[in-house]
């Protein structure tokens, strides 16, 4: 496994049915699949292991950041992949999901198949997104993205939490404690890799065997509905839709409806 390489690793609670890889999206680090889905998977028997890619969260190299790209990340679940004892089920979200096609179409073999969550489809997401985020949440809430893109908000500063822009990630409430505890733990993200999202990042091959399941937010307001729809047309599947959730399914209100619907899939497999 590559050196300074944070991994959380839960052990399963239940008789054992397979290992489960989640790979974390932008601005995020494994703390984020902490909450729920972790301890959900593992008590229903799932070996479950949660890097943070490098340059998050406790991983080291958060001063290159800018500097490493999508081929970079994908590198790091190689790394992970190449210590587990079995191929595990990848669950990649936002940014991780599309490392998550990039190792499922580059290496099939890998992996016994893959849930793509709040996914750009592999051809990238488009500069039509970004005119999309603009007309919904208008100047200022793509002033607040852009802090946090570039690292400025401050966690310890009371405005930041009040200027958060939630809506982007969440269609549920948040507690204020919730609020506070998001806001201090998300963080900058790769320019580089931001710029490579807008493109084609993986070609899904004609003959592609692994069972995929592509999974969104209703209210996804960063990745809407349609890319979640295109992403599942690529992997010739119907996509998904959470009810109750935004961008980030694993913490919104509907959660647990995408953690059930996700072990439907895994018990077919």
Known sequence: MR?????????????RRGTLL??????HGAWCWEENFLPYFAARGYH??????????????????NSFGLRDFTDDVRSVLSDLPEPPVLIG??????????????????????????????????AGVGLGWLRAGGWSVMWQLWRLHQGRLRAADEAAVESFPFSAFFHGARTEQQRRDYVRQ???????????????????????SAPVLVLGGEHDWLFPPQLTRQT?????????LIPDSG??????TGWRRAAERIEEFLGGL
């Open 93 to 126: 979200h936002s940014m991780g999901a599309a490392v998550t096609q990039r190792i499922l179409t580059g290496e099939p073999d890998a992996v016994r198949g893959a849930v793509l969550m709040s996914a750009p489809p592999p051809t990238g997401i488009g």
């Open 22 to 27: 989640f790979v974390h999206g932008g601005y």
């Open 186 to 208: 998300v963080q900058k993200e790769s320019s580089r890799a931001g710029k490579e999202l807008s493109r084609r990042f993986a070609r899904v091959p004609a003959d592609l």
């Open 247 to 252: 961008h980030m399914v694993m913490l919104d």
């Open 48 to 65: 479950c292991v949660a890097p943070s890619l490098r340059g998050h969260a406790g991983s080291a190299g958060f001063e290159k950041l």
């Open 232 to 240: 599942a047309q690529a992997y010739r599947t119907d996509a998904v």
């Open 3 to 15: 050196a300074g390489l944070e991994v959380v690793t839960v052990e399963p609670q239940a008789p």
